[in-house]
């Protein structure tokens, strides 16, 4: 049977729980056991499919279609492993579950409560997972700060999860904040206590503290925490900040985290081979070869709107012994007359509805016309084609996403979805065969006629104006297997510029870079010189 480890968070969001869970399942895996993981978000939406990347960030897409929250992205790429739609359990999935059980009769003449209904739907959902992903270890991740409302029903259910699967089958994590005064310069342990006091109140004691702080912490700090805290001095893990995320799991490592968790687990421990992670985090902090990139989007005011294009930048940088500095450019400034100036590459990345759409325009249509390195995706693969289409083939034309009865509907909507009118989880979503024309520029990057890639859209390029864009020039080089949908666009005239229809972004490893933004990476710091 699975065992469990249960990352939970104090004092305020943001401290970087995602990254202390994806860090312990890398290091784990890393000594050879098999890892799953969990994100457990408290708010009420099924999933994230509906939110507005300025509440919550970037929306991820798994393999089998899951829109989910954008730590189970950190989760892929820190342990190289796919996960899928279960692996995010949310407020709402589970409430709904719930009540479909009670209007089936499930649960007939009982009266339906959140003990023990709600948490036993939890546990069962995580036991679920775990189980059928045939892991060692599963590490959830609840998400929200101890004290919250919304998580309180999840805290109950690990809470009894421990209780029902006993001491050493489950370990609780607590990441927390060891802020620093300016005016005494100390480092102030008073949050972190408060937060374990709320966490122990409900039931769980933490066998591990990770303290988020500016600076490693002191000794006499450690040996507070852990004195009033109740947990060993050495299970006092210090996270102080970094200049990359990939430096974390080492930092971890170097003080023990897995030896307290195998420990706590009666797991046998085992020497982690770290040699190439160490190899890549230094590529990534000293990279020789300093590009521009132009990054035009319509989110750039929070940069987790972007987070898997920024780590793809530095899975592809790494490859090239390059560093990269993104230039954030904000769509609409481009349309009130702001210059694109000193860059080396422009991405147009997704997006949906008008606003911005032009700016994104213009940005395709300077790199194409500058010969600066290019890569679009999603909605810039669809701008892109629309760019080609008015001002090479000189079409009065748009999408009707923007404008639906515009003269020529270049890109339009996929068939199967007139008549939707559910927004959540209706777009073509997940992963999907494509197939590459061999002799292309998509050819040479991918090296196979046949990949698998995500997607998450409504439109698509109007099969009625592919001869006519290709007779111009234009390369469709990776085709969907129906043959109608088009997937890559390139222009084998120009140093770099090629688009996707799906999110590369969305499985670029740290030692395997996405193809897409490899060459992209490449070309840019090539046309630098």
């Not at 829109?67 to 992205?73: I, K, Q, R, S, T």
């Not at 864009?469 to 090629?498: N, Q, T, V, W």
């Amino acid at each position: 049977m699975p065992k469990y480890i249960v990352v939970t968070g104090g004092v305020l969001s943001g401290l970087g729980k995602g990254i202390v869970t994806s860090s312990i399942g890398f290091l784990l895996k890393n000594k050879g056991y098999k890892i799953t993981a969990i994100k457990i978000d408290p708010y009420l939406n099924c999933d994230a499919g509906t939110m507005n990347p300025f509440q919550h960030g970037e929306v991820f897409v798994l393999d089998d279609g899951g829109e989910v929250d954008l730590d189970l992205g950190n989760y892929e790429r820190f342990m190289d492993i796919n996960l899928g739609r279960d692996n995010n359990i949310t407020t709402g999935k589970v409430y709904r579950n719930v009540i479909e059980k009670e209007r089936r009769g499930d649960y007939l003449g009982k009266t339906v409560q959140i003990v023990p209904h709600i948490t036993n739907e939890i546990k069962d959902w995580i036991r679920r997972v775990a189980k059928e992903s045939g892991a060692d270890i599963c590490v959830i991740e609840i998400g929200g700060t101890v004290g919250d409302i919304e998580s309180m029903p999840f805290l109950e259910a690990v809470r009894q999860l421990y209780l029902e699967e006993g001491s050493d089958n489950v370990v609780f994590v607590h990441t927390t904040l060891v802020p620093i005064l300016k005016v005494v310069g100390e480092q102030k342990t008073k949050p972190t206590q408060h937060s374990v006091k709320e966490l122990r109140a409900i039931g769980i004691s933490p066998d591990i503290i990770v303290a988020r702080s500016p600076v490693p912490l002191d000794k006499s700090t450690r040996e507070k925490i852990s004195l009033f805290c109740n947990v060993p001095s050495d299970a006092v893990i210090s996270s102080p900040d970094v200049e990359c995320i990939y430096e974390v799991p080492l930092m971890l490592q170097e003080q023990g985290i897995t030896k307290h968790i195998l420990s706590k687990l009666s797991l046998p421990y085992r020497e982690a081979k770290l040699e190439e992670w160490k190899k890549f985090v230094e590529k990534v902090k000293n990279g020789r070869n300093r590009v521009r990139i132009a990054m035009v989007g319509k989110y750039t005011a929070l940069g987790d709107s972007y987070i898997s294009i920024l780590e793809a930048f530095r899975h592809a940088a790494a490859e090239v012994d390059a560093k990269v500095e993104v230039v954030w450019i904000e769509a609409e400034e481009i349309e009130e007359g702001k210059k694109i100036e000193d860059v080396d590459g422009i991405l147009v990345p997704g997006g949906f509805g008008e606003r911005g759409a032009e700016g994104k325009i213009r940005a395709i249509e300077f790199a194409r016309e500058n010969k600066i390195p290019f890569l679009g995706i999603c909605f810039g693969f669809q701008l892109a084609v629309v760019e080609y289409g008015r001002n090479v083939l000189g079409l009065e034309c748009h999408s009707t996403e923007i404008k639906p009865n515009v003269k020529h509907p270049i890109i339009t909507i996929l068939p199967e979805q007139y008549g939707v009118e559910q927004l959540g989880g209706t777009m073509r979503l997940g992963s999907q065969p494509i197939t590459i024309k061999e002799g292309t520029l998509a050819h040479s990057l991918y090296g196979k006629k046949k990949i698998y890639e995500r997607h998450r859209h409504r439109y698509e390029v109007n099969p009625e104006y592919i001869d006519e864009l290709e007779g111009k020039g234009l390369i469709f080089s990776g085709i969907a297997e129906d043959r109608i949908r088009m997937e890559i666009l390139e222009l084998p005239e120009h140093p770099y510029f090629i688009a996707s229809q799906f999110h590369p972004e969305f499985k670029s490893r740290p030692l395997k870079p996405a193809p897409l933004f490899y060459g992209f990476i490449k070309a840019s710091v090539e046309n630098k010189r």
